[in-house]
């Protein structure tokens, strides 16, 4: 039972982090149907604007009143490469067939990695991640489960950023504009609302969250390096389609499903399938069996939502 | 009218090219590279296959490195009569692939007689068979898998795969065993183990499971992780519960250091023990301060506890190389003396370098002399003669020597 | 929030883009200088190209040992022939005016002249800078050097002041028969030539300027619409210039004089080649994308791997190797149909991402499948080393041969045999291609709708493309196999599968001779450039995205997917239709 309990708080951790990064994708693929591959990178991107402004602005502070100064970096970092990558790559490709933009994706992502391995000092290898105090540090113990205090960062983190982006998207002008987009990009922009910005602010946030993400890869391992943005995006991704591509709630919950799975797996499916060597086959494996019986995710039929 | 007026502003531009060309002083060494005193002797390449680029590149620079200034040495000391040494650099980019090509553009270059590397056992898996028909000696510094020298039943029915392969290292059999005694050696009987699924870090884990087991100790848990991932929360709770002793990880430091990190912070207060790819001091600086009293094996004694080593790395270190040495560096430097102290005998009655391919490979099998770490000697694999493996402990934040030991 | 969207705010961004197009045009000022200099354009084309070809008899490096010697007065070698070439042709294509217009009226001469000023002018400067970088300094340029630089300046100069001439559209240029088979063999013959010199090139400065060289050649040609005449004239006589393309590569090994360096790197690229030939059946043909292709090859090569006589291999059964082939793809066809079959419903970009995953799906258990994390099969990381070398009869491919006085080796033999697969995959792609299968395919990848409406069986013709895809990845595998000597899982990640589909989509989606000129490229160039090393990957990811932008159809494309990217270029569809209609009547 006590496995059982500490693996769900180790998925949860997880899927948490899959989340934060899945909004990014769902939210640019439910405004202009694309998959932005090269997402998994701006997460990487972030973290290491976090370790960025770290090492330059308060290297060997460990104090948490350097944590938003951090995230404000990263989000920084996530947001400029998201913006340039939309206007330069993304938009000009933006009426051509859809095979164009996903090879413009993977190029976007191999360059990326390559910039961030070859021109950030050190970063050839792994680099250590600040660890702040508060937010790391010695692990809370909840009767027999442990949870890291990053791992708590990470859940909070998703669940104010779920609920700002909720009220983003449900309150505000620009919300409206952006579900209006997703529905219906040419009657949008009859309707006076410029398309073009809207995409851009698409960018924006799936960045902002992925940067908040890459703080939280940091702050959870302790390290970073230039491939993070791989895997993770690819796990994004799966949590995305697993949830509904272009459901907002559809990618945390997906991201959830799927952080937990990896974590049982890993625990609970005995013999030689079983253990970390098979849990990514599992997860992925649970990807395709979804698209097979429900194609549009797990809560991917409510259209409304789509922005 | 135009046509004539740029004619006359081209002959003029030729005009002062020709003058400023006239002028000023020239680099003299690059238009005769082959005159005067080195001209009399035959050129013998070693050649070197390393990642020197990619994220294993740190590794591999320090490969090329240590050769290059074996090679430096030995044409200063003018080792070899008649002969100039030269270094031929290949990059692999860790991948079979690629690295098969740069096998094959060595083994096509005639003044090649020796190579240095590769670091990847699947790309040495590759290369092997290249310079085996090409008849020239290739030695590793960094391959530890057995079968790569031993074949297919390493313990069992070893055979030797490729006359021409030799490596400076030793294999995870000989460290395996020397953990398992290290820690019986300490009392400790219920280890866990977990490693990433790579054929270093798996071939090391069996090998020391099997030793542990040998010698009455207990493995209570056996997991693996993946090199891609960096959360490895969900094994360590699955071996947590099993209240092991010590954490045996076969691996390398890019995933060691997180994961003693990640282990300690989830409650799992023992000691991580890994081999020769944990020992890095990068190692620590990923895990943080909880790598204390951490445990590692790597092969020979330690590089400046020897007056060779130490002498090896002030050399280095007054070479000005851009990278440092790195952990196969010491290595390296040793298979290409190895190599150098063949050329000795075969290139001395030999017309041209490719005439003493084959002498060559006879030759290193022979070899003895005192290396960096250790006496440097081949078995009928090609392996090391050396069986010397030392143990270090993470002491405030630096890893101390706790014993070094040969192992029978 | 003062972020309400504002109503002219898409129309101004419109507008912003058209005024980025015109951005290549000079400003009025600097044009109307330029202008006064029109009637001296090709006085001034001429000259440059006179002293072009002048400096190639002078010294261009003080330093003889970098280059392959370019510092011989008046004996043109290694490099300076190229700029020979260049400064020919530019005097070649100033008589365009007189003589030679006749027989050439759709040459756009001010166009190629342009091109191949530039192109000369980076030609030159990457000389100048190679021996600046490979010696010591700029001391080292000698007279010849700067001659050519100024020389192709002019060039340069006169080409973009040239004032368009009226041209005949090269699309319907058209000579005998005999003539335009001798361009091909001519073309084809220069080809050989060119690419055994490349090849030769071992200093990655020279390789630099020479495909600068070329591509100044190129580019020329390209402006001048030779290349469409081309595309028109190879559709005439697509069987004689198939037959060629197989003769000259029949004969490539015959020019590397028994060195393996140059034939390992084109057995590779064979290999490449071939497997993206079958992932452009999936990609180019049916239009789905796959990002898991290298799986199929992976398997293919497991079973070759696994059936051989290794000592590492694990199973017992040992059948010859024609069988395992079979096998190879056919399992490789059923994991396609395994994917394929669930996900081909859904639309396109679930695929894509499902064959990713399928993709690392295959990785991960071939590193598992060891007997430890599950059967034991593939060995796991340590994968099937020392794979013995094929033979069929006595004749083993590890042996050296000597035909003609000419040695070839290992890897020739290897050549050959994927030559010979290369052109049975060829075949297939083709016929596929001109059936009702690959019609059905074309539609379904315009408009699957529309292809269902029209009663095309959408879901089986996916299904088939996918798993004839991966049936010949499998074949192609399993000579991998015996080819690499070992298999390991770190031989299929994912950007290995994403080098292939890159490769489709640099050469030309759709068509075979773009799949080779893209393997070649992305197989060849990285082996060339290794001076680059670090900054390789690096390229490859901002070329990918430049290609899309820039020339999203490919180097080689097929004309209706060429459409496809440029859907307003009237001219271009209405040739594309006549074509298509030519085609259907000689098939009648």
């Known amino acids: 039972m006590t496995d059982l309990l500490q693996q769900l708080v180790n998925g949860l951790t997880l899927g948490s982090l899959y989340a934060l990064i899945a909004v990014g994708y769902t939210v640019v693929y439910g405004i202009v149907q694309l998959i932005n591959f090269a997402h998994g990178e701006v997460f990487m991107i972030g973290a290491f604007g976090a370790l960025a402004t770290w090492t330059v602005l308060f290297n060997g502070t460990t104090s948490l009143w350097v944590l938003p100064f951090m995230i404000l970096g990263a989000v920084a970092a996530s947001v400029t490469v998201a913006i340039l990558m939309e206007r330069f790559a993304y938009r000009p490709l933006r009426h051509a067939p859809r095979l164009a933009p996903l090879i413009t994706a993977i190029g976007v992502s191999v360059f990326l990695q390559e910039a961030v391995r070859l021109f950030y000092p050190g970063a050839k290898s792994k680099l250590p991640f600040p660890q702040i105090e508060v937010v790391t540090g010695p692990a809370v113990h909840i009767g027999d489960i442990t949870v890291q205090r990053a791992a708590v960062f990470t859940v909070v983190s998703l669940a104010v950023c779920g609920a700002l982006l909720w009220y983003f998207v449900n309150r505000t002008k620009l919300g409206r504009g952006m579900r209006a987009v997703s529905q219906d990009p040419d009657t949008a922009r009859l309707m006076g609302i410029n398309v073009n910005r809207i995409i851009v602010i698409a960018f924006a946030i799936g960045a902002v969250l992925a940067a908040v993400a890459g703080v939280a890869q940091g702050l959870q391992n302790s390290n970073i390096d230039f491939r993070i943005g791989f895997l993770a995006g690819l796990k994004a991704f799966t949590a995305a389609v697993l949830g509904g591509i272009g459901n907002l709630l559809g990618a945390v919950v997906g991201g959830l499903v799927l952080g937990v799975v990896e974590a049982l797996a890993t625990q609970f499916i005995p013999g030689q399938f079983g253990g970390s060597s098979w849990k990514d086959i599992w997860a992925f494996g649970l990807l395709i069996i979804v698209l097979v019986f429900r194609p549009q995710g797990l809560l991917g039929a409510q259209v409304v939502d789509r922005a | ?408 | 929030m003062s972020t309400e969207p504002t109503p002219a705010g898409s129309e101004l961004d419109f507008r912003q883009d058209v005024s980025r197009t015109d951005i290549d045009h000079p400003g009025p000022g600097f044009a109307s200088h330029l202008a006064r200099l029109a009637p001296s354009a090709t006085p001034l084309f001429v000259v440059g190209s006179g002293l072009v070809v002048l400096s190639c008899f002078l010294s261009w490096s003080y330093d003889r040992s970098i280059l392959g010697n370019v510092g011989i007065y008046g004996n043109p070698g290694s490099l300076q022939l190229i700029a020979l070439v260049l400064g020919l042709f530019g005097i070649l294509l100033a008589l365009m005016r007189g003589p030679l217009r006749r027989f050439l009226p759709w040459v756009d001469r001010a166009a190629a002249a342009r091109a191949l000023g530039v192109g000369s002018l980076v030609f030159a400067v990457v000389i100048i800078l190679a021996i600046t970088l490979e010696s010591s300094g700029l001391i080292n340029v000698d007279p010849g050097g700067w001659l050519l630089l100024v020389a192709s300046g002019l060039m340069a100069l006169g080409g973009t002041v040239m004032q368009p001439t009226e041209t005949e559209d090269p699309l319907r240029a058209h000579y005998g028969s005999t003539t335009e088979i001798l361009v091909f063999v001519v073309l084809l013959a220069v080809g050989l030539a060119v690419v055994a010199y490349a090849l030769d090139v071992k200093d990655g400065g020279s390789f630099v300027a020479l495909l600068t060289g070329l591509a100044a050649v190129g580019a020329a040609l390209g402006r001048g619409g030779f290349f469409q005449y081309l595309a028109v004239a190879s559709a005439r006589h697509r069987t004689v210039l198939t037959l060629g393309a197989v003769a000259v590569a029949f004969l490539f090994p015959f020019t590397q004089g028994g060195s393996d360096a140059n034939m390992s790197i084109a057995t590779q690229v064979l290999i490449f080649a071939t497997t993206a030939l079958g992932l452009n059946i999936v990609v180019g043909l049916a239009g789905l994308l796959d990002l898991g292709y290298i799986a199929f090859l992976g398997a293919g090569s497991y079973v070759g791997a696994t059936m051989s006589y290794s000592a590492f291999a694990t199973i017992d059964w040992k059948p010859p190797f024609l069988v395992v082939m079979v096998i190879g793809g056919m399992v490789s066809a059923t994991l396609g149909l395994i994917i394929g079959s669930p996900t081909l419903r859904v639309s396109g970009d679930y695929l894509a991402i499902v064959t990713l995953a399928f993709g690392e799906i295959f990785r991960l258990a071939m590193n598992n499948l060891d007997g430890e994390n599950g059967p034991d099969l593939t060995n796991g990381p340590n994968g099937v080393p020392a794979i013995p070398e094929l033979e069929f009869g006595s004749f083993n491919f590890g042996d050296s041969h000597e035909v003609l006085g000419i040695t070839l080796t290992r890897f020739a033999n290897y050549y050959f045999l994927l030559l010979l697969f290369a052109a049975f995959v060829i075949l297939i792609f083709i016929r596929l291609n001109n059936s009702r299968i690959g019609r059905g395919w074309v539609a379904i990848r315009e408009d699957e709708r529309a292809a269902e409406a029209m009663g095309v069986n959408v879901f089986g013709l996916k299904l088939f493309a996918f798993a004839s895809g991966a049936f010949l990845a499998g074949l192609v595998g399993t000579i991998k196999a015996h080819h690499d000597v070992s298999v390991s899982p770190d031989q299929f990640v994912f950007l290995e599968s994403a080098f292939l589909l890159a490769a489709i989509v640099l050469g030309g989606m759709g068509t075979v001779a773009g799949v080779f000129v893209g393997a070649t490229i992305l197989k060849l160039l990285p082996e060339k450039l290794r001076f680059l090393s670090d900054y390789r990957l690096l390229m490859f990811g901002a070329l990918l995205v430049l290609m899309m932008r820039l020339r999203p159809e490919g180097i080689v494309p097929s004309r209706r997917r060429q459409l496809e990217f440029h859907a307003d270029d009237e001219k271009l569809a209405e040739v594309v239709g006549e074509q298509h209609i030519e085609q259907e009547e000689a098939r009648a």
């Open chain 2, 1 to 408: 009218m135009p046509q004539r007026s740029v004619v006359a502003v081209g002959a003029s531009l030729l005009v002062a090219s020709l003058a400023l060309a006239g002028c000023g002083t020239r680099d003299d060494s690059g238009s005769d590279s082959t005159g005067s005193g080195a001209s009399q002797n035959k050129v013998a390449k070693i050649g070197v296959i390393a990642p020197l680029s990619g994220n294993l590149s740190a590794l591999g620079k320090g490969i090329q490195h240590s050769v290059e200034l074996a090679v430096k040495q030995a044409n200063e000391s003018g080792a070899i009569p008649g002969w100039t040494l030269e270094v031929a650099a290949v990059d692999d980019e860790g991948k079979p692939d690629v690295g098969k090509n740069g096998a094959t553009q060595l083994a096509g270059d005639d003044d090649v007689v020796g190579v240095v590397g590769n670091l990847n056992s699947s790309v040495t898996q590759q290369t092997q068979p290249v310079f085996a028909t090409a008849k020239i000696t290739q030695i590793s510094p960094a391959n530890t898998g057995p079968t790569l020298t031993m074949g297919a039943e390493p313990t069992t029915a070893p055979k030797r795969q490729y006359p021409s392969f030799f490596r400076t290292c030793t294999t995870d059999l000989v460290q395996g065993k020397f953990a398992a005694k290290f820690l019986k050696d300490e009392g400790i009987t219920n280890v866990a183990t977990i490693h990433d699924k790579k054929t270093y870090g798996q071939g090391l884990v069996a090998a020391f499971t099997k030793n542990f087991e040998e010698m009455g100790g207990k493995i209570v848990a056996a997991e693996t992780i993946s090199a891609d991932d960096d959360n490895f929360n969900a094994a360590i709770t699955k071996v947590k519960p099993s209240n092991p002793e010590v954490v045996y990880f076969g691996g390398e430091y890019p995933q060691g250091g997180p994961l003693s990190q990640q282990m300690k912070a989830a409650g799992l207060n023992v000691p991580l023990m890994g081999g020769d790819g944990i020992f890095d001091p990068t190692f620590i600086e990923l895990a943080t301060k909880s790598s204390e009293g951490d445990l590692a094996t790597s092969v020979g004694a330690p590089v400046d506890s020897s007056e060779a080593g130490k002498k090896f790395l002030a050399d280095y270190e007054a070479a000005g190389f851009a990278e440092p040495s790195a952990a196969y560096g010491g290595y390296s430097y040793d298979a290409a003396n190895a190599i150098i102290n063949a050329l000795k005998v075969s290139l001395k009655d030999a017309s041209d370098a490719k005439s003493a391919r084959d002498a060559t490979i006879t030759e290193v099998g022979k070899v003895s002399f005192p290396g960096v770490t250790g006496q440097v000697e081949f078995d009928e694999f090609g392996d090391t003669k050396v069986k010397v493996i030392t143990g270090y402990k993470v002491q405030d934040g630096k890893w101390a020597t706790v014993k070094t030991e040969t192992v029978s």
